[in-house]
């Protein structure tokens, strides 16, 4: 009883948002089978169809259309994309630090050392780098 209840609350927040706004709106709703957790059937909003493909089509074709100062398309998968992308950033940040504070406590002639290190390092990747540029190019 409670899922018809929202249903119908959010088919007339969607028909207020329509008017208010002036603006296109449809909605996909799908049901849920409790037991098995799997979608058994879905609604759209509006209910005439020819309507309902006409917002979609025209929400999709703006989707593909970047317009310089409008803000982006920022629908559900585009959230947990987002969430998920975070995510892997922060498990990467513990993984692979780029700052440890140990080296506050370093002397200057480990600094020097350590700074010797890595100028080696980046001076073997800049080489690296030219060979493979080097083997693509032959």
Known sequence: MTFRKRKKSIYKKAD???KLCD????????EVNQKKGRAIQ?????QDS???NRIFNKYNASRDIHV???KQNFDLSDFYSAAKN????RKFERLYPTWDDR???FSHVKLIKLIGSLEAKIQASSKKIDSLEQNRNV
């Open 16 to 18: 207020e948002l329509s």
């Open 68 to 70: 310089p100062g409008l």
């Open 50 to 52: 020819a309507e309902f």
């Open 103 to 105: 080296i506050y406590e």
């Open 86 to 89: 975070e995510d892997v950033d």
């Open 42 to 46: 879905s609604e759209t909003w509006p």
């Open 23 to 30: 603006i296109d709106v449809c909605l996909i709703i799908y």
